[in-house]
């Protein structure tokens, strides 16, 4: 059974793709879904150890990050919570699943 929140409701079909893709994925014509661990600036917290967690050593400012997931079509499909920036990408993805 499939839950109509999951990402794959919002999927839109190969047909859709298809025929709704613009010219620059021609050489990709299965591509359904482009996924992407995007960092964002946040506020500075007032609490130190909220800080320490949101502190990126890789932009080298507090951020939070979270995980985008669009269509060629430019249609939004998933859109994660956001988490702390010093969090891996890897973890954001395992646990959208």
């Known amino acids: 059974m499939r839950n109509e929140n999951s990402m794959l409701s919002n999927v839109p079909s ?9 010219p620059c994925f021609a050489k990709y014509p299965n591509t359904r879904m482009i996924m992407d661990c995007t960092e964002v600036s946040a506020a500075n917290p007032r609490l130190i150890l909220k800080h320490n967690k949101m ?4 932009k080298h400012y507090v951020s939070e990050k979270g ?8 249609t939004v499909v998933f859109v994660s919570k956001l988490y702390p920036g010093c969090t891996f990408d890897k973890d954001d993805v395992a646990d959208c699943g």
Do not use: H, Q
Request: glycine share 4%; aromatic share 14%; net charge positive.
């Open 55 to 58: 502190f990126s050593s890789y």
């Open 14 to 22: 190969r047909f859709k793709c298809a025929t709704d893709c613009p």
């Open 67 to 74: 995980l985008v997931v669009i269509a060629p079509n430019g």
